[in-house]
């Protein structure tokens, strides 16, 4: 769903190439006969994008509450069609571990696991803050989680291993990049601090103009990232003093020429904006984990929540009188960012060959 998912599965397969083993990827939604998959997605996409009332109803009765996995009525279904594939991907590919980057897919392998369908040991990344209960599953035999906060309470909700391994993004991502100098120009012509918004890699979000109005009123330079939703930046760039971007490939340059980056979902480009060392608020977030998340990473300091615009504002004007100074910031909380991933994986597929 989206790239962020994507983004973290190129990342971990990067890292496990680099330290000499062999990945493949598999798209879990590909596993589902019949084009299932691809309705799957089109059903999220336009239920996020054009009823997020009714994706908030969904989330709250197949994702939250428990304090336990519980049995997973949404997702039961679904998996056991894609059982058959993944076994014959597993053999196919002679591999030692499945490691699931995406909830539904967390959810085949423990199925799997726990009912002896599954050879090879699976390796649960969650790449949520908010760890919703789709993401648990007693069959499988790791977790790797963000921080250790959220390993030490899935070991509690599940009994079984769980370690921190921190975000997975590439070493691009780090203060003073290289193309930051070409951003700073670029978003300078007038003098107002730019603020970076994104809805995301489909263009997603709650009265975006409004917010970038709001901003443009207050004295800042809205910079909107419209991702591949070219109706989205057709709509932002209509409104005066806003500049809309649809896909960017130099997301670290433009990070980090921008003062803050005001985020809706609490994903990878919130993760990216803390690695770059770019505070980042949250408003007006998509519903179901969008909002659970930011609301996480706000408890744990990462970031911050505005509740209103109001609050937006009071956040920005503090943080617009730090920077961006090339050489002043450095990463959020740096702890969040030393963690390995590579050496739990090849631990736990030393002990499945045993």
């Known amino acids: 769903m989206g790239s962020g998912h994507d983004a973290v599965a190129a990342e971990l397969a990067r890292r496990l190439r680099l330290a000499g083993h062999e990945a493949v990827h598999t798209d879990v939604l590909e596993l589902l006969p019949a084009r299932i998959g691809a309705g799957l997605r089109g059903f999220y996409h336009a239920t996020v994008r054009h009823a997020p009332l009714l994706y908030a109803g969904i989330y709250a009765a197949f994702f939250r509450g428990g304090a336990g996995p519980r049995p997973q009525p949404g997702s039961a279904?679904?998996?056991?069609?894609a059982e058959d594939r993944?076994?014959?991907?597993?053999?196919?590919?002679?591999?030692?571990?499945v490691v699931p980057v995406f909830h539904l897919a967390a959810q085949l392998t423990g199925r799997m696991r726990a009912r002896g369908r599954l050879a090879v040991p699976s390796a649960v990344v969650i790449t949520d803050f908010a760890v919703h209960r789709q993401w648990l599953h007693r069959g499988n035999d790791l977790h790797l989680c963000l921080t250790a906060q959220i390993a030490r309470d899935v070991r509690h909700r599940l009994g079984r291993p769980a370690v921190a391994c921190g975000p997975l993004l590439p070493d691009r991502f780090r203060p003073q990049p290289a193309g930051e100098a070409y951003w700073r120009r670029l978003t300078a012509g007038d003098g107002r601090p730019p603020v970076l918004m994104s809805a995301g890699a489909w263009g997603v979000g709650s009265r975006l103009d409004a917010t970038a109005r709001l901003l443009v009123g207050a004295g800042y330079l809205?910079?909107?990232l419209c991702g591949r939703n070219e109706r989205m930046r057709r709509l932002l760039s209509k409104v005066p003093g806003t500049l809309a971007m649809g896909w960017v490939d130099d997301m670290p340059?433009?990070?980090?020429?921008?003062?803050?980056?005001?985020?809706?979902?609490?994903?990878q480009t919130a993760l990216e904006a803390l690695a770059v060392g770019v505070p980042v608020v949250a408003y007006r977030p998509i519903p179901g984990h969008g909002a659970e998340g930011a609301r996480r990473m706000a408890a744990l300091g990462l970031t911050e929540y505005a509740a209103d615009s109001w609050q937006l504002m009071r956040s920005l004007d503090r943080l617009a009188s730090d920077g961006p100074v090339p050489g002043r910031r450095a990463p959020a909380d740096r702890g969040l960012f030393r963690g390995d991933v590579v050496g739990p994986l090849e631990r736990l597929c030393a002990c499945g060959q045993t």
């Open 86 to 97: 993944l076994r014959e991907r597993v053999a196919g590919s002679h591999a030692d571990a």
């Open 222 to 224: 809205p910079v909107v």
């Open 77 to 81: 279904p679904l998996v056991a069609l």
């Open 253 to 267: 340059g433009l990070l980090a020429a921008c003062v803050a980056l005001v985020d809706n979902a609490a994903g």
